[in-house]
C-alpha cells in the first residue's frame, strides 16, 4: 500500500486556517480527505455536504472525513492509517500557537506517512503587529520560517509584504487562490524535510475556557466584545441567543467578527493571550461582569 500524504496547516491565532481548511474540505478535488483538528467546533461545513456525525467525526459525502485530535497524535494518525478506505491525502491543523514544524516531524517517524509539506496562514491585517511584539514577534516568525508554502489571508496589504520580506519571505500566494493551494498542498511536490527550529520556543500562554454559557442579546455581545482585556489575541465562542439561535464569535485583535447559526453542537468560550500580557484573573473577572449582566 502507498504510503500517506501528511500535510500540516500552520499559522499563529485567528489567521484563517480553519477557513482555508473548509474550502478544501468541500473542493471538488476528487480526493478523500482526512483532517484532524484541535478544535472539532470551528469547522464549518455545508449541511449539503454533510453524511453523518459521531461524537469525534463528520463524515461527507464527497468521501472527506474531519476528527477531532483527542489524545495524542500519534494515536489518532494510527487511526487514520488503519480507516478503510483509506483516506488519500492527511492534513493536521496545527493549533494557532503550536510549531508546525514539530508536527510535521511525525512523518518522518512514522514509515507509512509521506511528508507533504506545511502550509502556514498569514494574517495580513496582524502579522505586522504580532512580527513587532516582543512576546510573541519569534513565534510567529518561525512559523512562517518552517514553511513550505506561505499564504496571507484577509488583507495582502505592503505592510504585511514588508514584514514577510523583512523575515526573509519573497515567495507567498493569496489564500483566496484555492485552486492553487489545492495544487501546492494536495499535488505530488517534493518537499524537503520539516525544518527544526531549536529556537522556536515561546512564553507560557493564558488559556481561559468555559462552556454552557447563559443566553445573550446583540448588544451584550457587542458590550463583552468592547471590553475584552487588552492582552487577549482570541477569542471564539458560541453562545446562545435565547431565541433558539447561536452567535458565533470570532475576535482576533481588535478585528471582531459576529454571526448567527443555527445550531451548534456544544456552546462555550474560549480566551487566548501571552502571558504577561494578560492574565487569568483579568479574563474571568471580565467574564464573571458580563454574565452578572446577562442573568
Known amino acids: 500500500m502507498s504510503r500517506l500524504s501528511l500535510s500540516v496547516v500552520g499559522g499563529y491565532l485567528g489567521a484563517g486556517k480553519t477557513t482555508l481548511i473548509n474550502r ?76 508546525p514544524a514539530k508536527i510535521a516531524a511525525v512523518a518522518q517517524a512514522e514509515p507509512d506517512l509521506r511528508y507533504a509539506g506545511i502550509l502556514t496562514v498569514v494574517d495580513g491585517v496582524n502579522f505586522p503587529r504580532y512580527a513587532a511584539d516582543p512576546l510573541i514577534s519569534d513565534q510567529v516568525k518561525a512559523q512562517v520560517r518552517c514553511a513550505d508554502f506561505v499564504v496571507v489571508s484577509k488583507d495582502v ?58 443566553a445573550c442579546s446583540r448588544a451584550q455581545v457587542d458590550a463583552m466584545l468592547a471590553t475584552l482585556p487588552r492582552g487577549v489575541l482570541r477569542c471564539k465562542a458560541l453562545l446562545p441567543d435565547g431565541a433558539g439561535q447561536i452567535w458565533e464569535i470570532h475576535a482576533v485583535g481588535q478585528v471582531h467578527e459576529v454571526t448567527t447559526r443555527s445550531n451548534a453542537a456544544q456552546t462555550g468560550v474560549v480566551v487566548i493571550g501571552p502571558e504577561g500580557a494578560v492574565t487569568l484573573t483579568e479574563i474571568e473577572a471580565w467574564w464573571a461582569h458580563h454574565t452578572h449582566a446577562m442573568s
Open 24 to 99: 478544501l474540505l468541500s473542493g471538488d478535488h476528487g480526493l478523500r480527505l482526512a483532517v484532524l483538528v484541535n478544535d472539532f467546533g470551528a469547522i464549518n461545513i455545508d449541511a449539503a455536504l454533510l453524511q453523518s456525525a459521531s461524537a469525534d467525526t463528520i463524515e461527507l459525502t464527497n468521501g472527506c472525513v474531519c476528527c477531532t485530535m483527542t489524545g495524542d497524535l500519534f494515536y489518532a494518525i494510527g487511526d487514520m492509517l488503519d480507516r478503510v478506505p483509506r483516506p488519500d491525502h492527511l492534513i493536521v491543523e496545527a493549533s494557532g500557537i503550536a510549531d
Open 157 to 214: 496589504n505592503a505592510a504585511a509584504i514588508t514584514s514577510l520580506e523583512a523575515g526573509g519571505i519573497h515567495h507567498w500566494h493569496s489564500a483566496s487562490d484555492t485552486a492553487l493551494i489545492e495544487a501546492m498542498l494536495l499535488g505530488d511536490l517534493d518537499v524537503s524535510a520539516p525544518r527544526m527550529d531549536e529556537a522556536n520556543g515561546h512564553r507560557p500562554y493564558v488559556q481561559w475556557s468555559t462552556d454552557a454559557p447563559p
